[in-house]
T-cell receptor, first 115, second 112 residues
Framework: GAVVSQHPSRVICKSGTSVKIECRSL??????MFWYRQFPKQSLMLMAT?????????EQGVEKDKFLINHASLTLSTLTVTSAHPEDSSFYIC???????????FGSGTQLSVL | QQQVKQSPQSLIVQKGGISIINCAYE??????FPWYQQFPGKGPALLIA?????SEKKEGRFTISFNKSAKQFSLHIMDSQPGDSATYFC???????????FGSGTKLNVKP
């Protein structure tokens, strides 16, 4: 199947710093990418949807100035958690769809721990 | 309002048994229903998916049963193996793939 690469897999940072997470589609063009947040033993919570070249659409309650999403190319989207705080600690997952037919593929996730 | 309701929350099955996970949805505009498998610390992986024009789809040991009138669909794992132990999510989407709605997840434990 199609591959979505997400990096880093784990990051630990100090409170107040910014963290960037990358999501790449390796063998297809990702016209749409989704960013999710997942708390332990819970389902995926959609944070935002981004289409290549357009501004991301954020879900209600998600601070767009805190979670900056950039989808500048058909193979790369980034999520930057700005001024991270301990409550931002979570598992972040990207997913992508596009020139892979009617399917949605996920990255391997990033575990963010803010000290 | 939860668009997709999934049950049970957890499931224990003996090796070789059948695992059954159920989902129900409300929006009749949904026309794509995938199932995802997630291992701890990993992203979900697409397992199998179905569209409402068929009532059943089988891929290996995994089968989706779809009941359009009841707005329900289920995942059946035949001959369940310990390696199937994972969390399973159902989802639903409209044709434009702009948004996916996920169930709450089912943690499956297959006992050897």
């Amino acid at each position: 199947g199609a591959v979505v690469s997400q990096h880093p897999s784990r990051v630990i940072c100090k409170s107040g710093t910014s963290v960037k997470i990358e999501c790449r589609s390796l063998d297809f063009q990702a016209t749409t990418m989704f960013w999710y947040r997942q708390f332990p033993k819970q389902s995926l919570m959609l944070m935002a949807t981004s289409n290549e070249g357009s501004k991301a659409t954020y879900e209600q309650g998600v601070e767009k100035d805190k979670f900056l999403i950039n989808h500048a190319s058909l193979t790369l989207s980034t999520l930057t958690v700005t001024s991270a705080h301990p409550e931002d600690s979570s598992f972040y997952i990207c997913s992508a769809t596009g020139t892979v037919g009617e399917k949605l593929f996920f990255g391997s996730g990033t575990q963010l721990s803010v000290l | 309002q939860q668009q997709v309701k999934q049950s049970p929350q957890s499931l224990i099955v003996q090796k070789g048994g059948i695992s059954i996970i159920n989902c129900a949805y409300e929006n009749t505009a949904f026309d794509y229903f995938p199932w995802y498998q997630q291992f701890p610390g990993k992203g979900p992986a697409l397992l199998i998916a179905i569209r409402p024009d068929v009532s059943e789809k089988k891929e290996g040991r995994f089968t989706i049963s779809f009941n359009k009138s009841a707005k329900q669909f289920s995942l059946h794992i035949m001959d369940s193996q310990p390696g199937d132990s994972a969390t399973y999510f159902c989802a639903a989407s409209k044709g434009n793939f702009n948004k996916f709605y996920f169930g709450s997840g089912t943690k499956l434990n297959v006992k050897p």
